[in-house]
């Protein structure tokens, strides 16, 4: 073998080898500050296949190995900073770089350094991102004042939509239950404000979802918050313990909770008027509650794809009510009256439940969920009514229990960072009694089975429309008493968002949903005291269907977010209130009375404030149309203002609405339903006080109008302990490497099924 051969043989090896041999890229990502960046994505693609997508650590390196030599195309972002999209060549061997990102649009106010582009539009809502001063906030619900059309109270540690509502508050699209006080802001990194929800949720009757998504962690951690708040006078108390232990693989989270209210009252007045009677009474009723809670949360991640969660909770109340008063009652002559009552409500519920997902791949994953819940309820109640002739005494007891099964299965995958597919079931048991005691009655035993089929899809197109359609079909298995029903019930939403710039969209949706009627809507045993009146459930109810779209448009721009809508619902065979009279009695029950449609229009106005704070405004008109009867209107105002100064903040809102319906009753609210003057300071980094006033524009009060028939009833109510009444929290919170929280954080799904009369 000559020379020439051995040097082409030699030749040809070592080009093999290089094509087989694999080196590793590692680098740093930096801002210009030369500051590392924790958790940068870092993406790398070849031939448009992605080939390895990482994170980078708390230094902002990142280490990526088995790679061949050739060509890539390289991807580094980060929110609020602009994205570096680059040509990465790897040669024929180890390559070590340092990128750095430039701040994505953003422009110096007063130190306070604001990203312009705070709100991504989605299918179904928006996703905000948090200003620095919000994540330096030290408290998540301070953090969340900031984000339009949600109003978050620190103090009473809870979040509400603009309008009043309670929405379903996710963790990495995960359904949690012990709140979000265990989150250090700093590792929020987007809010979702989902309006229109997904098959997999419209059976909950969920109406929005708020989902908060948190920054991987890796290293271990502690949480421990201890906080009390109580009126001055004394009246109302409320205590408080949390605790938050983990690393990487597992955590365990515990919360307990006492509260307690005495002689919380308020004033009556009532008129009653049939065929052959006019009763007025005026009085007093005064109330005094108790509540205990305790709950216990373990999560472990045996591997990397698996994640495991078991959760206990416990829960008790108790309740006594007293009425006292007196009145005229008139037939065919004149009587005085003298009334008392007096009751107690026990109730408990314990839950426990069982979490588990495996990640197959990337975006690929299986979630399954059991739940079992049980509870009981216990009520006692007395009423005598005194006239000079005669007297009427009413004693009842209940004994209430309700236990149920709950299994989820859940499966979502999403492709090309733009499709996402989710299908499922979830298969429910409820077991009812409500025996009572003093009455001969038979117990009432509802018995429901509830099998439900869902699938939903999302994408875009062109990237500037997207849209989500979901789809279920729910099949309902149902005993109350001796009456039986089956029925199958049909589910979807439909949401359409076209982007027209950075500015302004314009979003169109459609949801088909439906409710069963509650188990003491189907009680067909009187559960009244009241001399005159009956309350009786009826157990041939049918479930309501709703028809609902929704028209928007959202502008936002230095800090403006500004969203006018127009909505239109439509309810077959909706459960309402309804009456007859026997004999002097009214009995008030419950049926299906066709066709109910509700028009409203409005707009909702937030503003974000250049050294943190922001002011919102709202304003909705609404118009009621049950059938038989003319439009009835209604309006709703709200409005807030939080401002930070250092270790203080102000915060202060007002809401207000002037009429409720029913088919035939309307309801009267005589002051603004809610409002709140709070003034917060942070004494040292983990320990803060706060003195508010709730209801500073007045006392609460109703005034209830019901027509229905030869029945009219005139009810006056108003909380007389509410007035100039300040409470005072005091807070201390201490976190330690909370940056490194758990990598999942995601919390099971447990609901608390409580039954009620």
């Not at 080196?23 to 990502?29: D, I, K």
């Not at 069982?354 to 299986?366: E, I």
């Amino acid at each position: 073998m000559n020379i020439r051969t051995i040097t082409i043989i030699l030749g040809i090896l070592l080009s093999i080898q290089a094509a087989c041999a694999q080196y590793a890229f590692e680098g740093t990502v930096q801002n210009n500050k030369k500051q590392g960046i924790d958790g940068a994505q870092i993406l790398l693609s070849q031939n448009d296949s992605i080939i390895s997508m990482v994170l980078t650590d708390t230094k902002g390196k990142f280490h990526i190995k088995d790679l061949k030599s050739g060509e890539y195309k390289l991807n580094i972002s980060y929110i609020g900073y602009t994205p570096l999209d680059e040509k990465f060549f790897m040669m024929n061997k180890d390559t070590k770089s340092t990128f750095t990102l430039l701040t994505e649009m953003t422009k110096t106010l007063d130190e306070v350094v604001i990203v312009s582009n705070s709100v991504r539009q989605t299918a179904t809502g928006q996703t905000f991102y948090l200003s620095e001063a919000a994540k330096s906030s030290g408290d998540p619900y301070r953090a969340l004042q900031e984000i339009p059309r949600l109003i978050s109270n620190e103090a009473l540690q809870n979040v509400k939509m603009a309008d009043g509502s309670t929405p379903l508050i996710l963790i990495d699209g995960n359904r949690m239950n012990s709140g979000i006080t265990p989150i250090d802001p700093k590792d929020i990194e987007s809010v979702e404000v989902i309006d229109v929800v997904n098959a997999r949720y419209l059976r909950d009757n969920v109406k929005n979802i708020i989902n908060i998504k948190l920054k991987k962690r890796r290293k271990p951690y502690s949480f421990f918050q201890v906080m009390n708040r109580h009126n001055l006078p004394v009246r109302q108390s409320v205590g408080a313990v949390y605790f938050e232990v983990g690393n990487q693989k597992y955590s365990l989270y515990g919360r307990a909770a006492g509260e307690y209210e005495f002689n919380d009252d308020s004033k009556s007045k009532t008129t009653q008027q049939n065929e052959d009677y006019l009763k007025t009474m005026q009085g007093k009723q005064r109330n005094n509650t108790q509540m205990l809670l305790g709950e216990l949360q373990f999560r472990w991640m045996p591997t990397p794809k698996d994640y495991l969660v078991a959760h206990i909770y416990g829960k008790t109340n108790t309740a006594k009510t007293k009425t006292w008063g007196e009145g005229i009652l008139e037939t065919d002559y004149q009587r005085d009256l003298e009334y008392s009552s007096h009751g107690r409500d026990e109730s408990d519920i314990q839950t426990g439940s069982l979490f588990h997902k495996h990640t197959f791949a990337k975006d690929n994953m299986l979630e399954t969920t059991l739940s079992f819940n049980k509870n009981g309820n216990r009520k006692k109640s007395f009423r005598n009514e005194t006239y000079p002739d005669w007297k009427y005494e009413n004693d009842y007891q209940y004994k209430n229990s309700r236990s149920s099964f709950q299994m989820n299965i859940d499966y979502s995958y999403t492709w090309n960072d733009i499709n996402s597919l989710n299908v499922g079931s979830s298969t429910d048991y409820i077991n009812d009694r409500i025996r009572q005691v003093s009455e001969s009655y038979p117990t009432f035993r509802h018995k429901k089975w509830n099998e439900y089929l869902y699938a939903s899809f999302s994408s875009q197109i062109n990237k500037k429309f997207l849209y989500m359609v979901s789809a279920g079909y729910e099949g309902i298995w149902l005993k109350a008493a001796d009456v039986s029903h089956h029925y199958f019930k049909p589910r979807a939403s439909m949401s359409g968002n076209y982007i027209f710039n950075d500015h302004h969209s314009v979003r169109v949706n459609y949801t088909l949903s439906n409710e069963s009627p509650a188990v003491g809507m189907l009680n067909p045993y009187n559960t009244s005291t009241d001399s005159l009146v009956a309350i009786k459930g009826n157990p041939y109810l049918l479930p309501t269907s709703s028809h609902k779209m929704d028209l928007s448009y959202a502008f936002h721009q230095n800090g403006w977010y500004i969203t006018p809508s127009i909505q239109y619902q439509i309810y077959t065979d909706m459960v309402t209130e309804n009456g007859y009279s026997d004999q002097s009695i009214y009995t008030y029950t419950y049926g299906n009375s066709g066709v109910f449609k509700q028009m409203a229009w409005g707009v909702n106005t937030n503003y974000r404030l250049k050294k943190g704070g922001n002011i919102y405004l709202y304003a909705y008109r609404s118009y009621d149309y049950y059938s038989g009867h003319k439009a009835k209107k209604g309006i709703s105002l709200g409005g807030g203002f939080s401002k930070n100064f250092d270790k203080w903040m102000l915060n202060v809102y007002c809401d207000y609405s002037d009429y409720t319906y029913s088919a035939t009753s309307q309801t009267k609210q005589l002051v603004p339903s809610s409002s709140l003057l709070q003034v917060v300071y942070n004494i040292t980094k983990d320990f803060y006080a706060s003195v508010a006033v709730e209801q500073f524009t007045g006392i609460p009060g109703t005034i209830t109008r019901t027509n229905d028939g030869s029945y009219h009833c005139y009810s006056y109510n108003r909380q007389t302990e509410h007035g100039f009444r300040p409470w005072i929290l005091l807070r201390y919170t201490l976190r330690k490497n909370n940056e490194q929280r758990i990598k999942e954080n995601k919390l099971m799904h447990s609901k608390e099924k409580g039954i009620k009369l």
